[in-house]
């Protein structure tokens, strides 16, 4: 496991921008896919976006594609959201988290979250 922390979220008006980031400690940053998924109080949490080892491939949940931007900086071990054109519905506590190094669909480390507000 890797240990995560968020940084970044904050309120902000419907239409507005916020930019999340996340810092790995660890030696196996680049070698675990990474992801944001989001959760609201009494709801499951959800997934938002994923990233691939090396950055090449991205995936979107529906609700943000053409929103939000996934990437990473390896030497950096970072990953950050991009979330633009946000809409209430996306107010949230966002995890960051990192897959498995032997299964990179699974996701084993959580960062502590940081809270996204956004006002209509």
């Known amino acids: 496991q890797v240990q995560l922390v968020e940084s970044g979220g904050g309120l902000v008006q419907a239409g507005g921008s916020l930019r999340l980031s996340c810092s790995a400690s660890g030696r196996t940053f680049s070698n675990r896919a990474m992801a944001w998924f989001r959760q609201v109080p009494g709801k499951e949490r959800e997934f938002v976006a994923r990233i691939s080892q090396t950055g090449s491939e991205t995936d979107y949940a529906k609700s943000v594609k053409g929103r939000f931007t996934i990437s990473r900086d390896n030497p950096k071990s970072t990953v950050s959201l991009q979330m633009n054109n946000l809409k209430p519905e996306d107010t949230a506590v966002y995890y960051c988290?990192?897959?498995?190094?032997?299964?990179?669909?699974?996701?084993?480390?959580w960062g502590q979250g940081t809270q996204v507000t956004v006002s209509s």
């Open positions: 988290a990192a897959s498995r190094l032997v299964d990179d669909s699974a996701f084993d480390s």
